[in-house]
Every structure is written in C-alpha cells, then in structure tokens.
C-alpha cells in the first residue's frame, strides 16, 4: 500500500496479535508508542528531499508487499530503494538472502538503516549483508563477519542514533520555561539514572519533571517544547545489553524540540563529543552530579539566539530523512550544496563517519 494510506490507518490498526501479553496495559502501552516511532520513521521516507534527486511516493510494505515486488518487472525510468529500518529483518529471517538475492535481479537497491550495531545484534545480519547498498549503524566497528560480508559497492556509515521525526515539526518556543525535563526511557531507569533524577528533584524542585515512558507519543511532541533544557541519557547505562553499547534518540529529539540538551559523557568521543564541542549539545562528566548541576545552569542560561542555533542544526542535520537523502545522494556520488541564503543551514554539517567497502 501507498505510505500515506500506512500512516493514515496506523493508528487505528488493531496490533495485540503482535504483543507477548495484550491484557497487560503497560506492554500493550509500549507497543503503541513503538508503533509511533516506527510510523513516524515511514513517514521521513515519504519527504525524502535531495538537491540532485526527485524521490517518488514511497510504499508500504508487509510480506504480502514484499512478494509482489519480487514479481514487478525492473525499470529502466527510475531506481528503487528498499528501505530496511531497526530490528525489521528480523520478519523474514530465513529467507532474507533469496528474497534480496531475487530482487537484485530487478535491480533492487537496499538501504538499512539500522540504528543500532546489527552485525552483532541483529540475528541474520549475515545474511542479508551481501545485497546491502547503503548501512547505517551506530559508531562501534562492525563485526569481522559482518564487515567481510558487506559488497565492495556498499556505503557503510557509522552514525549515532538520530531523530526519526519531520524536521521543523515543533515550532521553535521563544519563551520556554525555565524547567529541565528528564527525557528517559522505561529500560535505562536504573539506580545510576534514578541517583541523578533524585539530585535535580531536590535541587530545582518544581522547576524538574522526569519522563520515563518507553518512548514519546508523536501528539505529544509540541508539549515538550515549553521545556528550555533537556536532560538525556545517551543509553550506555542502559540496564539491557543491547541498548547499553547504544546511543539513543533523546539528544536529537530535545534539539529538534527547541531544548538544549545536556548528555553525560559515559562514552568518550563519537558524535555527541563532536556536538558537544560545536556548542550543540553540553556534556558532564559520568556519575559526577555536581557536574550535572553545572551543566544544567549553564544550559538554563543560554539565550534565545544560541538556542535557536541548536534547534536550526538539529532539524536540519540530524533527522532520519536528511541522513537517509543524504546517503543515497552520497551512494550516488552526488553533491548537496548549502543554500546560502537559508538561515537554518549552520556553518558547519558535521557528518557521520563514512566508508566504502575495500
């Protein structure tokens, strides 16, 4: 089906089939909200944007979906993408190799976008490897295996985590409050985070909230924009393995958002130093509260214009759409020139770490 019909039934598709236990409120809460994150992502890929490129309406598709687009013929008036996202493989694991292996055939290009490591933490990983045109993974080295099965012609890009949300979706908040939020996740609320919440309730009392849902409901974006700064866990203290060798999205949410961000330091270097050091997010230092405090006073003190700096770059630079547009136009070899007279393209695009295949 056509993306837009996907994302116009989305919300009211029926998906406790999908959930281990659809009487339990709680999982049934982090389904639909993982439902709003995964929708959302669809809907990046159908504003694909490219100085060089015109990217036709995107397609939703289920297995059913994937069958008849290995029985559609090849065309000689356009190149097609078969965008892969998360964990998603892992839905026709088995089969992924014959069913990629047949649409190569029709000269099918195959970007995963995979947020995480997958070499190590996607079962299958090597199957698919070798029909991959693109690759986007977090900033650890892939596997040895996983490397040597990637095709000479694929794009590897080590990047962390971005925001899968429509750029400039949350106008920009002139005033916000003078609050922090702490934008968590329901799997890293261990003792380390529950320590550093318990320290900025006591200091800033009612002038903190914490939010530790699994994720964010997209009707409930524009809301955290009256907050000026944002408190977020990169996820390396994650209390699951595999979240906790990842960045995650709450960075690039609260500067999309309009809020400063302000991210511990628990894994020197990678983007989010590069960030730091372009005065694009603040850092402290790991467990060191009384660092945290400083770098919450110093965010809450920022003014208007730098905030507005941060949210520009966010929204321009660090979104799934314009990292996907991006890939391919660079896959391509293609070139995407700043506009100069935009205001909102910073002086500097900090790019992910890319390599092709030797």
Partial sequence: ??????????PVR???????????PELMQMAHLDRDWHAETVRACTRLAHSGMEFLPAQALGAAGLQDLISLPASIDEDRWLILTAQHPKEFAGVAGRVLGLLARQRMHVFYYAFDEASRNLGGFNEIAPFLDVLIHDESPLAAAGQAGL????????????????????????????????????????AHRRRQIEFLQARYKDRMVAI?????AVSAHHQLAKFKVSVCPEGRMFAT??????????????GCFGMVPVCEDSKPGGRLEELHRLRLILRYAHSDLR????????????????????????????TVGAVMATAIGDWYGLTKPATKN??????????GETSRVA
């Fill in 151 to 190: 095709p000479a012609r694929c794009l590897a890009i080590r990047r962390s985590w971005v925001a899968n949300l429509l750029p400039w979706s949350v106008p920009f908040n002139d005033i916000p409050e003078e609050k922090i939020l702490f934008l968590g996740s329901r799997l890293g609320y261990t």
């Fill in 342 to 351: 935009d205001p909102r393209v910073p002086a500097g695009q900090l790019a």
């Fill in 1 to 10: 089906m056509s993306a837009d019909d996907f994302l116009r039934d989305s």
């Fill in 212 to 216: 530790h849902d699994h994720s964010v």
């Fill in 241 to 254: 393995p595999g979240m906790r060798f990842s960045h995650t999205d709450r960075p690039f949410w609260s």
């Fill in 14 to 24: 029926d998906i406790s089939a999908r959930v281990s236990d659809p009487t339990n």
């Fill in 291 to 318: 660092d945290l405090a400083r770098a919450c006073e110093e965010a809450l003190a920022l003014s208007t214009a730098t905030r507005r700096r941060i949210y520009d770059h966010f929204n321009h630079c660090e």
